[in-house]
C-alpha cells in the first residue's frame, strides 16, 4: 500500500501474522506508514486521570501505537477537534506535521509507543495552543 496523504490524520492498520503461540505485528521504515523513521520513545507509568501535554510540531510527523492498554490521541488542526482510541498494538494513528495533540485517558499499564520522522529538535515544538493557531 502506497501512502502519499501526509496531511491527513487517520488510523493505519499494520501487517498482523496469527500464530497459536501469539501474534506478531511488524513495522518497517517508510514501508505502511507515510516516512521513514528516525526516533522512537514510549510513554508509560502515567498516574490514573493525567495526560500528556498538548503541543504541535513544525516537521515531525509520527505514528502512534498502543503496545499495551488503551489511550486517546486529541488532534486539533486549528479548526476541529477529533479524538482517536488506540487500544490495539496493530493499529497507530498517523500524525502529520502542525497538528496539535495531546495523550488522555490512560488504562492502567498502558504503553504509547511513537514513532517519530526526526530526530528530537526542541525548536520544532510549538507548545502554546494560540501560537500554533497564528503559524497554521
Do not use: C
Not at 493505519?12 to 505485528?25: A, C, M, S, V
Not at 517508510?30 to 490514573?48: A, C, E, H, L, T
Not at 520522522?117 to 520544532?124: E, I, L, Q
Not at 510549538?126 to 497554521?136: G, M, V
Amino acid at each position: 500500500m502506497e501512502l502519499t496523504d501526509n496531511k491527513t490524520p487517520r488510523l493505519i492498520e499494520l501487517p498482523k501474522i496469527n500464530d497459536p503461540r501469539g501474534n506478531l505485528t511488524y513495522i518497517e521504515s517508510g514501508v505502511g506508514i507515510p516516512f521513514k523513521v528516525m526516533r522512537n520513545y514510549w510513554i508509560y507509568d502515567v498516574p490514573s486521570g493525567k495526560w500528556r501535554d498538548g503541543h504541535a510540531f513544525k516537521e515531525q510527523q509520527e505514528f502512534i501505537i498502543a503496545l499495551s492498554g488503551s489511550f486517546d490521541v486529541v488532534i486539533n488542526d486549528g479548526e476541529k477537534e477529533q479524538t482517536f482510541h488506540l487500544s490495539r498494538p496493530q493499529i497507530g494513528l498517523y500524525v502529520p506535521k502542525m497538528m496539535w495533540r495531546y495523550i488522555s485517558n490512560f488504562s492502567t499499564n498502558s504503553v504509547a509507543l511513537v514513532l517519530s520522522s526526526t530526530a528530537y529538535d526542541p525548536k520544532d515544538y510549538i507548545e502554546d495552543f494560540n501560537d500554533f493557531k497564528t503559524q497554521k
